[in-house]
């Protein structure tokens, strides 16, 4: 039951754009999104609800698509500082159930 | 000031040792929850609390044992410690049941 991401990896320059997908085999009702750097907790990104809308926070927005089960956060002119691992988290009754992970280095 | 906090940061102890894990938030939320980030980096939830309710218990063995003294306060009591028990615990806490959550900073235990 735990929402699968893809890719795993991405390496990235900086100035690049790139997409994370996460899918679910179960229906979903929202979806998170969370960045966690090396050593660090995971922080909120931002969270979507169903409907099919699109969120943005800076050059960093996601959609979601509650018929195919699905969220994508996209990434625009990446920065250093989004280098981390991205989690999805989809909600199974009272708990959030994160995804697999996508690691993402951006290099100078 | 630190809106979620556990102590401690480090844990390192041998098999078959008790220990325990403490949470704090300030930030006057009601639902509480402890997570699990193992060496691959998954993310699985171990309980929740809402308002000092358990209302999360995932298959986690009863060596673990959680307590919520109050809405602000979660602590983890762990057991006969063995080495697979070995892994990143985060404690975080949401305004209500499914909300954005906020992750204390992690406790790192090393069981040998």
């Known amino acids: 039951q735990q929402p699968v991401q893809s890719p795993q990896a991405v390496i990235l320059r900086e100035g690049e754009d790139a997409v994370i997908n996460c899918s679910s085999s179960k229906a979903l009702y929202s979806v998170h999104w969370y960045r966690q750097k090396h050593g660090e907790a995971p922080i909120f990104l931002m969270i979507?609800?169903?409907?099919?809308e699109q969120k943005g926070h800076d050059k960093i927005s996601a959609s979601f698509n509650e018929k195919k089960q699905q969220s994508s956060l996209y990434l625009t002119a990446s920065q250093l500082s989004y280098s981390g691992t991205y989690f999805c988290g989809t909600e199974n009754t009272d708990k959030l159930i994160f995804g697999t992970g996508t690691r993402l280095q951006v290099f100078p | 000031d630190t809106a979620v906090s556990q102590t401690p940061k480090y844990l390192v102890t041998q098999m078959g040792n008790d220990k325990s894990i403490k949470c704090e938030q300030n930030l006057g939320h009601d639902t509480m929850y402890w997570y699990k980030q193992d060496s691959k980096k998954f993310l699985k939830i171990m309980f929740s609390?809402?308002?000092?309710?358990?209302?999360i218990n995932e298959t986690v063995p009863n060596r673990f044992s959680p307590k919520s003294p109050d809405k602000a306060h979660l602590n983890l009591h762990i057991n006969s410690l063995e080495l697979g028990d070995s892994a990143v615990y985060f404690c975080?806490?949401?305004?209500?049941?499914?909300?954005?959550?906020?992750f204390g900073s992690g406790t790192q235990l090393s069981v040998l």
């Open positions: 975080a806490s949401s305004l209500q049941r499914q909300g954005k959550l906020f």
């Open positions: 979507l609800l169903k409907g099919g």
């Open positions: 609390y809402n308002n000092k309710e358990l209302i």
